[in-house]
């Protein structure tokens, strides 16, 4: 596709519940990012992958959070037994230079979880 | 911690440029500036960038002070459709890859009809 797909779109969880929230970058794009971004928030780092490789997840918040990207595309950010506090805008971005993307990273729309 | 200071927010009226500055006194010399906006219910949106000279593209214009210390992103004729929070960020252009943009809470801009 044309730009970055996340699904899905809103997600409303029971407590204790848990979620998988899917990320497809655009094609050949080697870097992935995973950002949280609460109400009325700037977006926070989460997770980075280049290729398949989870280079950093220092970002997680709990070991509840896990994040893959098993064949270098698709991710998904997992979150186990999830809590209010999860609530929050999901964001995934991809950009094409491993280190380097002068041109600046493509954002999904994101997944907008709610816990109930 | 964000290594940079916006104001929460910013009217400008429709048709006129807007003016949106941004204080990064601690900028290393390795270190660009990089604009993004987010459009309500939308992800963040790349603007523009620069190092240290002053930089245009379609979208806006960058202007860098000679010190470093400070940027203001220019739209030079403001729609409504620029009303977003407004996001300027400081990184390594080659920082690994593993470090990812640190937002802050931006400047919310308001265009005015």
């Given at each position: ?116 | ?100 943009l640190t937002f802050g809470k ?8």
């Amino acid at each position: 596709g044309a730009g970055v797909s996340q699904s899905p779109r809103y997600k409303v969880a029971k407590r204790g519940q848990d979620v998988a929230l899917r990320c497809d970058p655009i094609s050949g794009h080697v870097s992935l990012f995973w950002y949280q971004q609460a109400l009325g928030q700037g977006p926070e780092f989460l997770t980075y992958f280049q290729n398949e490789a989870q280079l950093d997840k220092s970002g997680l918040p709990s070991d509840r959070f896990f994040a893959e990207r098993p064949e270098g595309s698709v991710s998904t950010l997992k979150i186990q037994r999830t809590q209010q506090e999860d609530s929050a805008v999901y964001l995934c971005a991809s950009s094409f230079h491993p280190q380097d993307p002068l041109y600046g990273y493509t954002f999904g729309s994101g997944t907008r979880l709610t816990v109930v | 911690d964000a290594k940079t200071t916006q104001p929460p927010s910013m009217d400008c009226a429709e048709g006129r440029a807007a003016n949106l500055p941004c204080n990064h006194s601690t900028i290393s010399g390795n270190e660009y500036v990089y604009w993004y906006r987010q459009i309500h219910s939308q992800g963040p949106q790349y603007i523009i960038h620069g190092l240290k000279n002053n930089e245009t593209n379609e979208m806006a214009s960058l202007i860098i002070t000679e010190d470093r210390k400070s940027s203001t992103l220019i739209l030079p004729h403001a729609t409504l459709r620029d009303t977003a929070v407004y996001y300027c960020i400081v990184r390594e252009s080659a920082g690994g890859g593993a470090d990812g943009l640190t937002f802050g809470k931006g400047t919310h801009l308001i265009i005015q009809p």
